[in-house]
């Protein structure tokens, strides 16, 4: 794939690495992995608006511990290694104008995008207490169980019951 768009989830604290490999089809079930490289997520520039990313060349490492090496790490030159290193040109970046779903769309609570200098301005603030909830279960003669919920608010200085039947 060359010059595609690639979205991947991830999630603060950005402690994770994203390790790209490029690799070769040699056979109907052989791949010869060509080189990979390891990019810290938390030195990846963030983005909350639509300007466009800067596209960085990184090497790529033959051997995974090679790639683990930090960035500007000084580092050994060996005679014995590959002489010859590929290189790829990535655009990466972190956007915070998604909002990735982790519940069913139909019971969403929270549609607001990542970053926060996207949310649209608050109208007010609601405050809401849980003062107490009850279950009630009873039984009746076939043994089947049946309950009766409710739970005691209190939104502001008003006091409520919201009763489920």
Not at 92 to 114: A, K, M, N, Q, W
Not at 145 to 154: E, F, L, Q, R, W
Request: glycine residues 8%.
């Amino acid at each position: 794939m060359w010059n595609e768009d690639l979205m991947f989830v991830a999630a603060e604290p950005f402690d994770d690495h994203l390790i790209i490999s490029v690799e070769d089809r040699v056979g109907s079930n052989k791949d010869e992995t060509l080189g990979r490289v390891v990019i810290p997520l938390n030195t990846v520039e963030r983005r909350a608006d639509d300007r466009n990313i800067r596209g960085r060349w990184y090497n790529l490492e033959k051997h995974m511990s090679d790639a683990m090496e930090l960035e500007g790490e000084q580092r050994k030159k060996d005679k014995e290694r590959d002489k010859f290193s590929s290189r790829i040109h990535l655009r990466i970046c972190l956007d915070g104008g998604y909002h990735v779903l982790d519940e069913s769309t139909h019971y969403s609570s929270d549609l607001r995008p990542t970053a926060k200098p996207l949310w649209k301005s608050s109208i007010g603030v609601l405050e809401l207490g849980i003062l107490m909830l009850m279950v009630y279960t009873n039984e009746n003669k076939d043994g089947k169980g049946t309950s009766d919920t409710y739970c005691v608010a209190k939104m502001g200085t008003n006091g409520f019951v919201l009763d489920h039947k």
